[in-house]
């Protein structure tokens, strides 16, 4: 093949990738005009029956008073179920890819000193943010967050297994959400309830307990997507057989 | 209302500026990008759509899809980058 055919043919294919994207702009232009003409006439349209009312009746009954946390625990809690499977498929699919990369360098004295500060608080505010859930903003999945932010920022500042215990303890606690999700529901069922049917008496406890174990294994499947592959044996430090919480930020302390 | 609509809208602005991003650019990571700029524009659509007015509590069952949909896609991305980095692995090598 000759030179100037091959820059005639790279020139077509780059006109043409041009004229697809533009054609792809004013398609989607369009596209953009009619939802929000759509979501303008929905709007305009007068209110329409809501779940909310229904939902927001039936808070009192639900053992908590956040609506929100009623919504995903309680009555949709099926969903609240399947996500945290979610959550651990994906980091099962992690593990599956790749052992995990080394971490960063460990960090100056200055970072490490902040670090120390700001992961127990972070730990703190998770627990106070899971509490807070039952009756404001707040609930498993935010104290969860928290959790897992104090992972990464573990692992930013060169722990390479974010905190995050040995594998054999990981799997407990990455599964530990779904399990105790499952085991209180199989345990109503054998009550005489349906399956995640919280009877009002005990509802409170019983969505305090999923959610305690919902937001260790949250944290943990958050900390360990950001750690990006399965802990090795051998890179596992000094923190090893650690539990995450507490020893995390004592082993960040002042280094000799 | 209007407030509604705006912030509304804003999200399926973006949702449409994820799509034209997600089909036109080649590369993994900026489709990945792209998809999430997507589910933050519908994430704006479902929390403008649990407004009802002023004083009244919002709607708490698109606040809890919402809070879903964070946690799903959040898990989905986690697993798309080891993906994408795994597949770079392998090009470079092969």
Redesign the interface.
Same mark, same amino acid.
């Given at each position: 093949m000759t030179e100037p055919a091959d820059w005639a043919r790279s020139d077509r294919a780059r006109e043409r990738a041009r004229d697809l994207?533009l054609l =792809? +702009?004013v398609l &989607? +232009?369009l596209? !953009?005009v009619v =939802? =929000?003409a759509v979501?303008?006439l929905a &709007?305009?349209g007068g209110a329409a029956p809501? &779940? +909310?009312e229904l /939902?927001?009746a039936r808070v009192p009954q639900s053992g908590v008073g956040n609506?929100?946390t009623? #919504?995903?625990v309680n009555y949709?809690a099926y969903?609240?179920l399947v996500?945290l499977a #979610? &959550?651990l498929? /994906?980091?099962l !699919?992690?593990w599956s890819?790749?052992p995990a990369p080394p971490g960063f360098q460990r960090s100056s004295a200055v970072l490490a000193g902040m670090v120390s500060w700001v992961v127990p608080l972070l730990i703190v505010t998770s627990g106070y943010m899971l509490w807070v859930g039952g009756y404001a903003p707040g609930?498993a999945?935010q104290a969860g967050a928290l959790l897992g932010a104090a992972g990464v920022i573990v692992r930013l500042a060169g722990d390479p297994t974010a905190g995050l215990p040995g594998e054999a303890v990981q799997r407990w606690l990455l599964v530990l959400g779904v399990l105790m999700f499952a085991l209180v529901g199989l345990a109503l069922m054998l009550l005489g309830a349906g399956f995640l049917t919280y009877p009002p008496k005990l509802a409170k406890w019983l969505i305090l307990l999923i959610e305690s174990a919902a937001t260790i294994a949250?944290g943990t499947?958050?900390a360990a997507?950001?750690v990006? !592959?399965r802990p090795s044996a051998k890179g596992q430090g000094p923190s090893a057989g650690e539990a995450s919480a507490a020893p995390s930020s004592s082993s960040l302390g002042p280094r000799p | 209302m209007t407030a509604q609509f705006l912030y509304g809208g804003a999200g399926l602005i973006l949702f449409v500026l994820g799509l034209w991003s997600f089909l036109v650019h080649a590369p993994l990571l900026r489709k990945l990008i792209a998809l999430n700029i997507m589910g933050g524009g519908v994430f704006h659509v479902l929390i403008a759509v649990a407004y009802r007015g002023d004083g009244v509590t919002p709607d708490p069952v698109p606040h809890a899809l919402v809070l879903t949909g964070i946690v799903v896609a959040v898990s989905a991305t986690a697993l798309a980058l080891v993906l994408g980095a795994r597949l770079q692995d392998e090009q470079r090598q092969g």
């Open positions: 994207s =792809l +702009a &989607l +232009a596209l !953009g =939802l =929000l979501y303008f &709007l305009n809501r &779940l +909310a /939902a927001l609506p929100v009623a #919504v995903l949709r969903d609240t996500e #979610v &959550l498929a /994906a980091v !699919g992690i890819q790749r609930g999945f949250i499947a958050l997507a950001y990006g !592959g | -």
